[in-house]
């Protein structure tokens, strides 16, 4: 089946400090990838997307690359802020199975002043 | 434009009842996907409405049911609810197409504790 794995948190950086959050995926099929970000007591943001091989999805200062060769959508950013302490979800959809998305297991991330 | 608005926000319950959640979307938005949260599953996918039609389903148990309105507001059931339903569910809203990547919109959720 699709699967998508992420690495473990808890994150801890300091301010300014370059953040990578290592995610690899499992399909059958082309994926289109996701990031998505959910801060304290609410919902699921959607922080970028790629769509196909190649793809860069950026937003915020966060960049992913899809890479169909090694199955990944690694997540960075070159500069924290403690604002950016949340939890991050990897995830992927197919056409074939329409909008369901699967989610990675999310990575906890806490920016220190 | 307003956002997946999900009431209400928390709810208590008791072993063997039943709840409704109620997922207003984005309006213009077609699809309704529901989704459970859980610190030891993570992030599972309930099912999805498109034109009041279930048009996918994850692997929970007939317990867990939903429909949709003609509006596209949806709503969810639990019946028989057990300690290990003690969640958050979210909603997604999307335009519901078939383009790839199209990205969904999710509320704030709803958080249910079971006693």
């Known amino acids: 089946g699709n699967s998508v794995t992420q690495m473990e948190g808890p994150v801890t950086l300091s301010e300014e400090a370059f953040l990578t959050i290592n995610c690899t995926y499992t399909a059958t099929g082309y994926p289109s990838l996701f990031w998505y970000v959910q801060y304290p007591g609410e919902g699921l943001q959607l922080l970028l997307k790629a769509t196909k091989a190649d793809d860069k999805g950026s937003n915020k200062g966060f960049e992913a690359t899809y890479r169909k060769e090694t199955t990944s959508f690694h997540l960075e950013k070159g500069s924290v802020q403690v604002s950016d302490s949340a939890v991050y979800f990897c995830?992927?959809?197919?056409?074939?199975?329409?909008?369901?998305?699967?989610f990675g297991g999310g990575t906890r991330v806490l920016v220190k002043p | 434009k307003a956002g997946v608005t999900q009431t209400p926000r928390y709810l208590i319950k008791t072993r063997g009842q039943q709840v409704t959640l109620s997922c207003s979307p984005i309006s213009g938005h077609r699809s309704v996907s529901w989704y459970q949260q859980t610190p030891g599953q993570g992030l599972q996918f309930l099912f999805e409405y498109f034109s009041e039609t279930q048009r996918n389903k994850g692997n929970f148990p007939g317990r867990f049911s939903g429909r949709q309105f003609s509006n596209s507001r949806s709503e969810m059931n639990v019946s028989t609810l057990e300690l290990g339903d003690s969640a958050l569910y979210l909603c997604?809203?999307?335009?519901?197409?078939?383009?790839?990547?199209?990205?969904?919109?999710f509320g704030d959720g709803t958080r249910l504790s079971i006693l």
């Open positions: 995830a992927l959809t197919l056409k074939a199975a329409g909008n369901k998305l699967t």
């Open positions: 997604a809203s999307s335009l519901g197409g078939t383009a790839s990547g199209e990205p969904q919109h």
